[in-house]
């Protein structure tokens, strides 16, 4: 089974301050991890996904994320908050399990980034 | 490109009705993966469809169907409405089967369904 768990459903950043959102994963498979990004009304925008090229992998928007195996995480980050990073964040996890020969693409509950002028 | 398109963007109905909401992929892409967003449950997978079969299917009941179309469109019918089933229904598409793991899946904006 896989679970994606983000910590934080609110964060709060000042605009120009380092933006981190949590997201750690559990998959008893090696697994794809994805950010996306909602904004109000719209549906969800990929910002970076893990393929297991690279363990830094640097999205749209000037956004990265870090795949770190011992510690099951996979946290996102951005030097310098804008005003329209204001949003919500989803991380996902999808992971193929031999021999059913699917996949399922699970996501966190979302957390919600809000930016202070 | 165009990207995916839902029809209808907002949707009112009662309890017990039944409702056919749309999706458009993407040109060219044959996945369509169907998601509901409540903010209880948060987004959960009901099913993926590439080459007009259900390749996988998330845990919803019976009453959660979908088809997809040779031009792949898809379908997503609910019948039996319940005031639980009031949520953003988010259609996803991707080029290839989206079963293989790493396929990004590109989201349309959602219909939104309120049960009365």
């Known amino acids: 089974a896989q679970s994606v768990t983000q910590l934080g459903s609110h964060v709060s950043v000042s605009e120009g301050a380092l933006v981190l959102l949590r997201c750690n994963y559990s998959s008893s498979v090696p697994p794809y991890l994805f950010w996306y990004v909602q904004y109000p009304n719209q549906g969800l925008q990929l910002l970076l996904k893990y393929t297991s090229a690279a363990t830094l992998v640097k999205g749209i928007n000037g956004f990265e994320a870090e795949f770190k195996k011992s510690e099951t995480s996979f946290h996102l980050t951005k030097p310098s908050a804008h005003m329209s990073d204001a949003a919500e964040y989803f991380c996902a996890v999808s992971a193929i399990f031999t021999g059913a020969g699917s996949y399922q693409l699970t996501f966190g509950k979302g957390t919600k980034l809000s930016v202070i002028p | 490109k165009a990207g995916v398109t839902q029809t209808p963007r907002y949707l009112i109905k009662t309890r017990g009705q039944q409702v056919t909401l749309s999706c458009s992929p993407i040109s060219g892409h044959r996945s369509v993966s169907w998601y509901q967003q409540t903010p209880g449950q948060g987004l959960q997978f009901l099913f993926e469809y590439f080459s007009e079969t259900q390749r996988n299917k998330g845990n919803f009941p019976g009453r959660f169907s979908g088809r997809q179309f040779s031009n792949s469109r898809s379908e997503m019918n609910v019948s039996t409405l319940e005031l639980g089933d009031s949520a953003l229904y988010l259609c996803?598409?991707?080029?290839?089967?989206?079963?293989?793991?790493?396929?990004?899946?590109?989201f349309g904006p959602g219909t939104r369904l309120l049960v009365l």
């Open positions: 996803a598409s991707s080029p290839l089967f989206a079963g293989g793991g790493q396929e990004t899946q590109y």
